[in-house]
C-alpha cells in the first residue's frame, strides 16, 4: 500500500512493516502480552509482574483493536444486553468488542500506574489488511479487486507494523493507556477516552469470568 505512505512523528507511516519497525532492535529480555481475549491477560498478569520484577526490564501489553471503535451500539457497551439476540447487530457488537479492547488497556494501564509497576498497556488498530481470506476463490473478477485492492490495504508485513512497534519500539518506552495506528499515537473516540466506562467494563468483565 503506497498512497497513505506518508510519514508521522515516530517516523514510519501506513506503509511501514514490520521488519522497518524493529530494525536494529534486541527484544531480549523483553516480555510481551499481544491479545485482545481479558481472561488471558488477567490470568498472566502474576506472571507478567513477577517477570517484570526479575528482569529489571519494562513489560507491554498490546490489545489489537480497532478503527471501528467508533461505531458501536449508542451506549457503547450493552451491559445488560451482553447476550441479546433480539438487538443483535454485526458491525456495532463487532464495534463494541473493538471499543472494549480500547478501555480494557486503559484501565489496566491505570492500574499499573497505581500500583508503580514497570508494566505499560496500550492498544492499537492495525489497519484493513488484505489477506487471502478478502479473496479466497481466484476468478478473473476477484483478481480484479484484489488488483486494486493492494493499493488500498495493507499487505501483512504492513499490517504487523503497528503491533510490533508497539510491543518493541523504544520510542514507546513508559508510553502507557494510549491508542495507536500506523504506528503513531491517534485519536480515538469519546467512548474509548471515558475513565468511568473503563471501570465498570472492568467490573463486569471480572464477574463474567468469575475471576479477581
Known sequence: MWIFGRKSPSGFSASSTAEEVTQGIDGTG?????????LLTNLLLETMK???????????????SSWAHNFPYPEGIRFDKINDESGFGTWSAYAQSKLANILHANELARCFKEE????????????AILTNRNTPHHNVVTDLVTGILKY??????????????VA??????????????????????????????A?????FSLSLTNTN
Do not use: M
Not at 523483553?30 to 481479558?38: D, K, Y
Not at 488500498?152 to 512497534?165: F, M, S, V
Open 50 to 64: 513477577s517477570t517484570e520484577r526479575e528482569s529489571q526490564k519494562e513489560g507491554r501489553i498490546v490489545n489489537v
Open 152 to 165: 488500498l490495504l495493507k499487505n501483512i508485513p504492513q499490517g504487523a507494523a503497528t503491533t510490533c512497534y
Open 168 to 197: 518493541l519500539h523504544p520510542q514507546v518506552k513508559g508510553v502507557s493507556g494510549e491508542y495507536f495506528s500506523d504506528c503513531n499515537i491517534a485519536k480515538r473516540s469519546a467512548l474509548a477516552k471515558d475513565e468511568e466506562l
Open 116 to 127: 508503580g509497576v514497570n508494566i505499560t498497556c496500550n492498544s492499537l488498530h492495525p489497519g
Open 199 to 203: 471501570k465498570k467494563l472492568w467490573d
Open 30 to 38: 523483553l516480555t510481551a502480552i499481544v491479545t485482545g481475549h481479558f
